[in-house]
């Protein structure tokens, strides 16, 4: 595909061309049913289907336990630092974070409107370069569950190898926000109360939000919870309450297929780490030119922060890996510098002549 840049954008991101092809394909007339998927009643056996092998790939990929249902909503996962402590909490509850960058830091500022939020260990003055030993805290024992955002998608620092703190809590809940790791490797789904997640990274398009959640938390919302924002009545419309962002949930269901056909998410996590491997080693092979701030214990597989020595070449950087094709390398505002994020569907000739792109530069610049 001639056409096509290497777009390492953070989210909306870059998707599978083969997933991309497919809906164009079928975009016209789905399945011999006569109309697009965007034009058919959610609430018909097509548009069921769709979705009913969407939720099935996906238990699949991630071995889902029967005990847990998954929901597919809308409102990003913004709409979830509400909902969470609204289908969870009372308004008294305590309720523990860690923050580890700015999405749990935003996640705890919303779940104050609702509950009694206590951030247990933040990152921020270390500039949000790390995860904490699991020893570093001190959980709250009356706590209703412990929250973590899996992948901080500014930062680029992740938990890693399906280690995460248990919940030492009296209820032993403990919640992950995976918008930006979601589908990248495998994961212990039983050791968590709640898994979300946005759709835009890795999955599909904005617009959907996936919350995987144990069905013994369904059904004890406060009482003024929106009827949009209460886990019961999406899991008892099997996410069909209203009308659901149909294409989008489609266009999910793709790639799950798609990540299926690699040999499902061990396999993608295989690619993953051979591609941050390749990215990371550039930066801490380039004598200081490049540097990527993060712990390296916990850099994520995902999202790739890093700064130039001379900064002042920033802007150039960027214009000239835009000139060969490779876009959207501009750092987050809130933290400059570069950010390549490399989700599933980057391949590794992206990352490749990225990488390459990053030596000519240095060798142009010393
Ligand atoms: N959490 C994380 C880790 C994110 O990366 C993002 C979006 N970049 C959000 C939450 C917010 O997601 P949304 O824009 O879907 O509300």
């Not at 759709?199 to 144990?214: F, H, L």
């Not at 214990?297 to 000139?323: C, D, Y």
């Amino acid at each position: 595909q001639q056409d096509r840049v290497f777009n390492f954008a953070a989210g909306p991101a870059t998707l599978p061309e083969n997933v991309l092809l497919k809906a164009q394909s079928e975009l016209y007339n789905w399945n011999g049913s006569g109309m697009s998927v965007m034009e058919m009643s959610h609430r018909g056996k097509e548009f069921l289907s769709i979705i009913q092998k969407a939720e099935s790939d996906l238990r699949t990929l991630l071995q889902i336990p029967s005990e847990y249902s998954v929901l597919f909503l809308q409102g990003g996962a913004t709409t979830q630092f509400a909902a969470l402590p609204l289908n969870l909490c009372t308004p008294q509850d305590t309720v523990d974070y860690i923050v580890t960058g700015s999405w749990g830091d935003k996640a705890v500022k919303e779940a104050q409107k609702y509950c009694n939020p206590k951030v247990i260990w933040s990152g921020k003055s270390e500039k949000y370069t790390k995860i904490p030993s699991f020893d570093d805290f001190q959980q709250n024992p009356d706590a209703r569950y412990l929250h973590i955002c899996a992948n901080e998608t500014i930062h680029g620092v992740e938990f890693k190898d399906n280690n995460y703190p248990n919940a030492k809590n009296a209820t032993g809940i403990l919640v992950a926000d995976m918008s930006s790791n979601f589908c990248s490797k495998p994961v212990e789904v039983s050791k968590f109360g709640v898994i979300y997640a946005g759709a835009q990274k890795n999955v599909g398009p904005s617009g959907v939000t996936i919350v995987i959640i144990r069905k013994d938390l369904i059904g004890n919302a406060q009482s003024f919870t929106p009827v949009m924002l209460d886990y019961k009545i999406h899991d008892e419309n099997n996410s069909l309450y209203n009308t659901p962002p149909c294409y989008g949930i489609y266009m999910c269901g793709l790639v799950f297929e798609d990540l299926l056909q690699q040999g499902g998410l061990k396999e993608v996590e295989k690619n993953n780490k051979k591609k941050a491997q390749i990215l990371f080693d550039a930066i801490d092979e380039s004598g200081g030119f490049y540097r990527c701030p993060v712990e390296k214990s916990v850099r994520s597989l995902m999202n790739v922060p890093f700064t130039l020595e001379k900064q002042e070449l920033e802007g150039e950087f960027i214009k000239e890996a835009a000139k060969e094709k490779m876009v959207q390398l501009k750092g987050h505002r809130s933290v400059g510098g570069m950010r390549a994020s490399i989700y599933n569907a980057m391949p590794l000739a992206g990352v490749e002549k990225l990488v390459a792109f990053m030596k000519d530069f240095q060798a142009k610049h010393m």
